[in-house]
């Protein structure tokens, strides 16, 4: 019994954790887009970086999807 509620405290601690991490790393990319999107009107190249900003959020969220 004591085992068990050790393990679902550690799981619980871990999940919360993954989930504090993940809404910050996704916060940041999400600050990242718009800051590259901005820049994007008065610099046409930098089209590339801002699609490559956005690729790196979508992924962040799938992992975040399949971790959680």
Known sequence: MICQKEREHFA????????KSFYVRIR???DRVM??????????EMSFARQRA???LA??????KKRL
């Not at 800051?35 to 046409?44: N, V, W």
């Not at 992924?59 to 975040?64: A, F, P």
């Open 28 to 30: 940041k990319a999400q």
């Open 35 to 44: 800051s590259l999107s901005a820049r994007e009107q008065e610099s046409p």
């Open 59 to 64: 992924d962040l969220e799938r992992i975040k």
């Open 54 to 56: 956005e690729n790196d």
């Open 12 to 19: 619980n601690v871990c999940r919360e954790y993954l989930m």
